[in-house]
């Protein structure tokens, strides 16, 4: 075969994923293993107080003591924590002002990922976080957010800049404790996200992060903390994706919210970390725990997830309805192809008078792909009047691939109302064919009936990112229906 | 436009169509009965190019080409329409936004500029008032939740829009109150042309009275036993298909 030959092979087969690509970066990293002493180390290196230290160390004595979970409906070998580095970061001025002092080599990647780090172009209206293996390397139109008190920026500048705000909220909404990789993250998260907003206000624009893993053997472990104070609102998104390589890498991250009096926080994810090959080599390992505390009367939090990519997606975003009145939302689409697996859900836990859930989930499997559903709905003795409407759809492409479906339900008071529906299809012959018979290609009847499926998800979700969202269902799917 | 030849068919590994012959010229209306089973499904499955249908032998020419090699939506493209007896349901996918992508993907294949969301509008408004189809239709998602007649309008909203050379309309009658049937001959009476042919597939002589038909046939036992004019539905309409297939068999 000669090279033009090899090179458009290769091109052919990584189309499906185009952010396979690497950074030629230097890094600064802590070598492989976690140990206390590492710990230290990174602590060290983020030049931050001893609470959090002692934080992240009683979370790593947390973690030794407790198994993985092996509840979940994936199956994948044995992760090496030891194997690991935990902290690997582009060797650049540590703290650039200004974009002018980023790497131009990281600012090439963003770019060829169409994220907008310039704080004008198409995408304007959105602030980004941009966070490179462990570290933030720029957040956009900060200042003006800080003008109207809102605070968006990289976790380990909140540590420096807010340290009461951290100190006060964090870990209040996902205890250190609260399960194996989150603990795992609690010890060792290196960088994310930190947005305030102060009493009353609206976020005047989209806010979103954006993480990269570019280094190779790391895992990425980042934590954001998002606080809506009385009346305030924000939209936020997160977009993820990494290079294509035959070694799973791990992902552990930490999302917690917390909504006070009135406050609404909606809080969408376009998880398109890379998936692995047709045959299930490489890909990410992502798991993930997200929580929202919807603390105040009437809050409310909006989850609105794609999930397309990943080998593993376990992840579980839920709201903890303690607010009178207050209500969670959860709407996602999940996509499994070739050999990914996913167990996704939420838990809706109804702890106040007068609270409401609505679960919408629309699951696909294609190739050998396994979807499961897996959701709770707790309502507590003390949730009077609490209602919970959960909508589970399935659509399978294929006869090799699978969807489950478990929905857990738990109510402990009799004025409760607690809906779920669930249903299963396949994109029948008769569907196609109606489609081509209009003139629609097959592989555009697919998108447009699998569009249809998702469309009630993708209808929460902020304009520019639901066509994304479209077009990123349509090269997942590429290739899984004949 | 459209010429078959000693057409022999298989549908669920059964022999269906047993040597047809059929010629319909451009601007001819020509109707297909029969009683069921007698293969006319089979043939508009056949001319659209679905799945689970083989031709064992004979020939089909669309403006002279051979039309059997060619994918479902090559044959749409090319201007062949099926109207389906069973309309499918698209959940989640808009009527409009859905004739649209439609529209786009034949105006596509012709070279012709896509129609952005208000042009494509503009049309879809205009012919849905000719129809007198009401536009809350529009919106919704392809088919769920339409009556049995809503789907048959919406197959002929679909045809007046993609405006097909060919339109074959399987058993569009049926199923139909006066006024929907009324709805649906007016659809087809303003689309015929000089360039337009339809093979119109029915069970019952009453849409025939709306449409004028050039030529009457009629199937039995996946061949055509008759052919004729208006006057030859009107007689089965009277003495029904036992007649024709008494007829075909040679005893009384």
Redesign the interface.
């Known amino acids: 075969m000669s090279d033009t030959d090899r090179r458009a092979l290769e091109d052919l087969t990584r189309r499906d994923y185009p952010y396979g690509f690497e950074t030629p970066v230097e890094e600064d990293r802590i070598p492989p293993g976690l140990d206390e002493d590492v710990l230290r180390r990174l602590s060290a290196k983020k030049g931050e107080p001893g609470w959090l230290l002692q934080w992240r160390l009683e979370a790593y004595r947390r973690w030794r003591t407790m198994p993985e979970p092996r509840w979940a409906r994936v199956s994948y070998p044995p992760i090496d924590y030891q194997a690991l580095s935990y902290y690997a970061a582009p060797r650049m001025n540590p703290r650039p002002r200004s974009l002018d002092e980023v790497d131009p080599e990281i600012l090439r990647t963003y770019d060829r990922l169409g994220v907008p780090l310039a704080e004008r172009g198409i995408l304007s209206g959105v602030a980004v976080d941009a966070v490179f293996d462990s570290v933030s390397v720029a957040t956009t139109f900060k200042e003006q957010l800080r003008r109207r008190g809102i605070l968006f920026c990289s976790f380990s500048e909140a540590v420096r800049e807010y340290p009461d705000l951290v100190r006060r909220w964090l870990g209040t909404v996902v205890p250190p404790g609260d399960n194996f990789f989150a603990a795992l993250n609690s010890a060792v998260f290196s960088d994310g996200s930190f947005c305030y907003v102060p009493r009353g206000v609206r976020c005047p624009m989209e806010l979103s992060t954006y993480f990269r893993i570019n280094a190779r053997d790391t895992g990425q472990f980042e934590r954001t903390l998002i606080v809506a104070e009385e009346g305030a609102s924000v939209s936020y998104l997160e977009g993820c994706t990494a290079p294509r390589r035959d070694e799973n890498q791990l992902h552990a991250a930490v999302v917690e919210l917390v909504a006070l009096e009135e406050a609404t926080i909606k809080y969408s994810t376009v998880q398109n970390w890379y998936p692995g090959d047709r045959e299930g080599r490489g890909g990410i390992f992502n798991f993930v725990t997200k929580r929202g505390l919807c603390r105040g009367a009437r809050s409310r939090i909006i989850w609105t997830q794609v999930e397309t990519g990943s080998a593993i997606t376990w992840k579980y975003p839920g709201c903890i309805l303690q607010g009178e009145g207050s209500s969670g939302e959860f709407y996602s689409v999940a996509v499994t192809n070739h050999r990914q697996q996913a167990d996704t859900g939420t838990k809706m836990i109804h702890l106040g008078r007068d609270t409401r859930s609505t679960i919408v989930s629309k699951g696909i499997s294609a190739g050998r792909g396994q979807n499961t559903y897996r959701g709770l709905v707790l309502v507590a003795p003390g949730a009077a009047n609490a209602r919970s409407y959960a909508q589970c759809d399935s659509l399978l492409l294929g006869d090799e691939c699978g969807a489950h479906t478990f929905p857990h339900l738990d109510v402990r008071n009799p004025t409760a109302r607690v809906e779920h529906e669930a249903s299963t299809s396949r994109i ?4 196609l ?10 592989e ?1 009847a697919v998108q ?2 699998v ?6 998800v993708f209808r929460e979700l902020p304009m520019e990112f639901a066509v994304e969202a479209q077009k990123l269902l349509s090269v997942s799917l590429e290739g899984s229906v004949g | 436009m459209l010429e078959i030849r000693n057409l022999h068919a298989d549908a669920g590994g059964k022999p269906v169509l047993k040597g047809l012959h059929l010629r319909v010229r451009a601007g001819e209306v020509h109707a297909l009965m029969g009683p069921n089973g007698s293969g006319k499904s089979t043939l508009a499955h056949v001319l659209a190019g679905r799945d689970g249908v083989t031709v064992t032998t004979g020939e089909v020419l669309y403006d002279g080409r051979d039309l059997l090699p060619m994918s479902p939506e090559e044959r749409a493209r090319a201007g062949i329409f099926l109207g389906f007896q069973y309309p499918v349901e698209i959940p989640g996918v808009g009527n409009s936004y859905f004739l649209k992508s439609s529209l786009n993907a034949l105006r596509r294949h012709r070279g012709l500029p896509e129609l952005d969301a208000q042009e494509f509008l503009q049309i879809l408004r205009e012919k849905a008032r000719l129809l007198r189809m009401d536009e809350s239709l529009l919106g919704r998602p392809v088919n769920e939740g339409f009556s049995g007649g809503e789907k048959k309008r919406n197959e002929i909203l679909q045809m007046a829009v993609l405006e097909p050379r060919l339109a074959i309309l399987d058993e569009t009658d049926s199923g139909l109150d006066i006024d929907a049937l009324r709805v649906v001959a007016d659809g087809i009476n303003h689309l015929r042309s000089n360039d337009r042919s339809f093979l119109l597939i029915t069970h019952f002589p009453r849409l025939l009275e709306h449409v004028t038909p050039d030529q009457v046939h009629v199937l039995s036992d996946g061949r055509l036993v008759r052919s004729g004019g208006l006057e030859l539905a009107r007689e089965l309409e009277q003495k029904g298909y036992s007649w024709i297939e008494g007829g075909a068999g040679g005893s009384p």
Request: net charge positive.
């Open positions: 029948g012959p008769d569907q064919f109606y489609c081509r018979q209009r003139g629609l290609s097959n555009d447009l009936i569009n249809g499926f998702c469309r009630r």
